[in-house]
């Protein structure tokens, strides 16, 4: 396996939940082979640039904030827009609507893979564990289906079976926020795992693998 | 709300206070990252009321989320 970077700022809310629950894939990552872990204020431009020239890495996991058009890293720098151009690469953007304009953008430009949402990426979260993110059981059912496509690249399938598995973890969890046995909070929630779940798209070459 | 421009004001405003009950409802032992922000029920009944681009966002989901569930979208398999 090429080798995997991983960006996962943390300077807010949100990011230091993304950047906790990146953990998971880092340590995949660590064993099948080289990883470049982007992690807090190491998540630039700069840097991200710096290493896909020099180690050309087969998969790019990116996490933060994003629109339409571009994807942010610590303080919101942008890493990736218009002017980027990442041939040869499989990319899973943890980030909101990157895969209506942006994504369609880097697979013309040559992008092997690149699976994100057409939608804002929603999570569910308990105010009370915002410091223990890890801890955080409603957010667990938002993001261990998102850690699935990375992991499931990450152990050599296709990008097919990446998306199919994540989108399927999402639903087992949907079914179980809307059953008799779930929480109040769950089965509030579920309406926004269910945006995520019509939202995940994989746009290029579905039968790639890293 | 596929056919936004063909629905009228009166139903617009129906629906919004559709979502602002059902947002009403929410836990406040629940919060949402929407994109970059992080929303508890006090900010997202602001969102909406106000109908800026994060309510609108919001109105989109619930709707979205009420026509899949009466039409039964969301009892097939993913």
């Known amino acids: 396996m090429r080798s995997v970077l991983i960006t996962r700022p943390q300077h807010d809310e949100i990011n ?136 499931t690249l990450i152990k050599g399938n296709t990008a097919q079976e990446a998306h199919g598995r994540s989108r399927a973890a999402m639903y087992k969890n949907f079914r179980k926020m809307i059953s008799s046995t779930a929480t109040f909070e769950e089965r509030y929630a579920a309406r926004w795992m269910w945006s995520n779940l019509n939202s995940q798209v994989l746009l290029g070459d579905s039968s790639i693998s890293i | 709300m596929n056919n936004e421009l063909e629905i009228s004001t009166e139903l617009k405003e129906q629906l919004k206070q559709l979502v602002l009950e059902r947002i009403g409802v929410m836990p406040n032992t629940l919060s949402i990252a929407v994109g970059s922000e992080a929303l508890n029920k006090q900010d997202m009944l602001r969102h909406v009321q106000d109908e800026d681009e994060t309510g609108k966002q919001i109105i989109e989901m619930e709707l979205s989320f009420l026509r899949d569930l009466a039409s039964g979208a969301i009892y097939a398999n993913a």
């Open chain 1, 16 to 151: 230091r939940y993304f950047h906790a629950w990146s953990e998971e894939v880092v340590d995949m990552a660590r064993l099948r082979g080289s990883v470049y872990d982007l992690s807090g204020p190491k998540a630039i431009r700069k840097n991200l640039d710096s290493y896909i020239q020099s180690k050309n890495p087969a998969f790019l996991f990116l996490n933060g904030h994003g629109n339409s058009k571009n994807i942010a890293g610590h303080d919101n720098d942008i890493l990736v827009d218009y002017r980027s151009s990442l041939p040869d690469t499989v990319m899973y953007a943890r980030s909101c609507d990157a895969a209506q304009v942006l994504g369609p953008g880097l697979v013309e430009k040559g992008t092997k893979v690149f699976i994100g949402y057409t939608r804002k990426f929603i999570c569910g979260y308990t105010p009370d564990k915002t410091w223990r993110p890890l801890e955080d059981a409603m957010a667990k059912l938002f993001l261990e289906p998102s850690n699935l496509v990375a992991t």
